[in-house]
């Protein structure tokens, strides 16, 4: 009895197992980017972005391209690297506490790419569709795309890579196989990218207006509701907590 009395004060005393400084931290990081990003578009949009010949735009837009796609390839080399180099090559004999503490991590991560997803396919895509109703595009490298699809497409694409392969390397209950609902999650958004081409080449040829109903853009639409698939994601998640809570409890 009074081992069992230390053992729940020694669980007591160990940190909390969700970590809300990191969740908030990651919230709040997203947050204050894209509030910036929004705030210079609004800025340089119109008084730089109108006119793919002019020095400005070169000055604040493709030279923003240019950085954006270098800083973006080596955030998704590194921290998927660094995931992976760092992964626990023992992760199917990890204590229940310590399996239950990288969930609510895991967790950590499915929420930031939640956040991300929606300032990519819901906030920069719908004012992509204003912007370009409100204003002609002359060339594919507008404002409102080198920030859409350049820019917030990566970041969520790096973050759900991140949290899949964070869930791969770290809880037993990914480790073995590969999990559908998280595959359709993650590489679903992710061919949003790859069908930008098809969608530039398309108003390049066809001249189609920015209608979001237009077939131009049904493949925005079926790989979006792609993200839907995180849903299954969260029924293993309750599941395997669910099971790591009554083994505590026991």
Aim: proline fraction near 4%.
């Amino acid at each position: 009895m009074a081992a069992t009395t230390e053992s729940v004060k020694a669980d007591a005393a160990e940190a909390p197992l969700l970590n809300q400084k990191n969740l908030w931290a990651g919230i709040t990081l997203y947050l204050v980017f894209y509030s910036f990003i929004r705030w210079y578009e609004g800025v340089y949009g119109w008084s730089a972005g109108l006119d793919s010949f002019a020095p400005e735009f070169e000055t604040y837009w493709m030279n923003m391209l240019y950085i954006e796609i270098v800083i973006e390839v080596l955030l998704f080399a590194g921290i998927n690297g660094y995931i992976w180099k760092t992964r626990d090559r023992k992760v199917m004999s990890i204590t229940p506490r310590e399996e239950l503490r990288r969930h609510f991590t895991h967790w950590t991560w499915l929420v930031c790419y939640g956040w991300a997803i929606y300032w990519g396919a819901s906030y920069f895509t719908e004012q992509d569709g204003t912007w370009h109703q409100t204003i002609v595009r002359d060339t594919d490298f507008t404002p409102s795309h080198i920030i859409e699809f350049y820019l917030s497409y990566p970041i969520y694409i790096i973050t759900g890579s991140a949290s899949f392969m964070y869930a791969k390397t770290r809880l037993p209950t990914y480790h073995e196989g590969l999990h559908l609902m998280y595959l359709i999650a993650v590489i679903g958004p992710f061919m949003i990218l790859p069908n930008v081409g098809l969608n530039e080449w398309g108003h390049t040829f066809w001249f189609m207006e920015e209608l979001f109903v237009a077939p131009l853009h049904y493949g925005f639409v079926f790989f979006g509701w792609a993200a839907l698939a995180i849903m299954g994601v969260v029924n293993t998640e309750v599941m395997a907590i669910a099971k790591l809570l009554k083994k505590d409890l026991a």
